[in-house]
Structure formats: C-alpha cells, structure tokens
C-alpha cells in the first residue's frame, strides 16, 4: 500500500521510477537519487532485517495526511520480491542540498540562515506534535529520531524533517505497538532513556524525548554561525564516534554533561543558547514545548536587526 492509491498504480509508480546515484548509505540501507518522469525523487531503499522501520513509515504516510512544508513529501512505498529478497522502496521528494548534518559540515551560516534552519526544524516537529481534529486531522506523533542527519535542507533554505521509521501515535503505545527492533540514535538519546526512567506507557514521553534531541540540533545549527569552528556532533569531545549505550548513560546522565552553547554576547545568539538549556534540562516535564519553542523562536527573529 501507499499514498491511498490502489497497489496497482503503487506498483506501476515504482516500475517507473530510474534509478540515478546513490546520495547516501548508512545503518538503515541507502537512499538513491531517482527519476520518475521529469521529476526527481528521492528513493530510500531499506535492509530487509528493518522491514519493521519501513512498515511503519509506510503506515504512518499512508493513514495520515501528513502535508506540510518542514515534513519530507511522501509519494509512495513499493515492496518487490527478487527471488528469495524482499526489496524496500520508500519514494520521496528528492533535496539536493542533503541532509542538515552534510549542509553544517559544508558551510557556515549568518545568523538569518541559522534562524531559518532552526525556525522551519521547530515547525516541522511541531506539526509532527500536534494533535488536529476534524476531516484533515492527524494524531499528535512522537518522530523518536531526531538528528541532524534526519533532517533534510531545501533550497530556499528551509529544512524538513524525514525518517518516520521509529515514529509513534498514541494508538501505537497505548496498543504496546511501539517495539521496533532498531533504537533512536544513542548520541541524541535523552538522559530518561539512557537511565531507563522513561514511561514507555506514556506518549507524552516520547514527544519530550524529540524535544532533547531537538535541543542538540539548535546547538549543533548555532555552532556554525559565522565566524565559526568546524562542524562537530553533539558531544564530540565526550563520546567517541559510535559511542555504546552505556558511554552515553555515563556522559549524559551520571556526569549531566551537555555541549556548550556557543559563546557569542550577540541577544539572539544569547536567546539561542538559553533556550537550548530548556530543551535539554535533565528533568523532562520542564522541557520547553515544541510551540513554545517556536514562539521564542519567532522573538528572537523578530527583535534580530542584524
Ligand atoms: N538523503 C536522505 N533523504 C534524502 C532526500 N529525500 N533527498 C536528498 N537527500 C536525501
């Protein structure tokens, strides 16, 4: 199944669909620039062992209307078997630019293009969050990945959020449907789940989860403001390229360490800062929400005269 169309014309799409270069590869399989007509689009392609993380973002693009600018376009999801191979395809909206990790690694940024980044992730999780009722409702989500490699740069600047592999409703936790073998990205794991505190009963949990994460994304965006050092990842000088569970628990719970907001007396990049500390704090129920967020945000821009 896919976008709501029959299988049939879910098949064809996929037949029709060329392969051009390979973009990007990693844990979860790789993600190929594709053809389809004159558009481009992006193809994800999914080791069979995480069937589970394409069943899910498949069933979550397919039962959710799930349109919004800062959210990665879904077109359609294709499951081919070659011989004794099952074949995963995820079909996206394709953006050049990459993921925010590449685009942070590649440049430094003003403070405008900082904001704009940071703005539009914040949106983007926000509807994700967000609970709407009616005919073009949705169910509030809980993305449960949020990296910068999970999060993709347009080419106006903007970014969307991408990867709902690990994503959850209500539904999926109060139905203890949530198991999925893989786990989020131990770098970006919340002190909650790194202790084992978490109340995996509660969805709540796992939206405050996204709002750590979060928290290391600003941190990671603001770093590279101009004049800026190279790119780092949240606790680089902490924790070592694959850091284990138990190297994060140490780091992030035992020690409470957390990176250092950038250190630049300029009001919006204060602002920034001090709102990364409330994305991050140890305890999660004061966790700032995503509209709040969004809300300081758009303070910060507005009183910004560059
Ligand atoms: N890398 C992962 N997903 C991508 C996409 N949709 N477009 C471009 N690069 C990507």
Known sequence: SG??????????????????????????????RGSWYADSVAVKIFFSRDEASWRRETEIYSTVLLRHDNI????????????SCTQLWLITHFHPLGSLYEHLNRTTLTRNQMMAICLSAVNGLLHLHTEIHGTQGKPAIAHRDIKSKNILVKVNGDV??????????RAHVAAGVSHNPRQGTKRYMSPEMLDQSINTQCFESFLKCDIYALGLVLWETARRVAPAPDYRPPYYEL??????????????????????????????????????RECWHQNPSVRLPALRIK?????????DNS
């Open 239 to 276: 924790a070592a390229p694959d850091p284990s569970f138990d190297d994060m628990r140490k780091i992030v719970c035992v020690d409470a360490a957390r990176p250092e907001p950038p250190d630049d007396p300029h009001p919006t990049m204060v602002g920034m800062a001090a709102l990364m």
């Open 3 to 32: 976008s709501g169309l029959p299988l049939m014309v879910q098949r064809t799409l996929a037949k029709q669909v060329s392969l051009c270069h390979c973009v990007g590869k990693g844990r979860y399989g790789e993600v190929w």
């Open 160 to 169: 969307c959020i991408a990867d709902l592999g690990l994503a959850v409703t």
């Open 295 to 303: 809300k300081t945000l758009l303070k910060l821009a507005a009183n």
């Open 72 to 83: 990665l376009a879904y077109i359609g999801s294709d499951m081919t078997s070659r011989g």
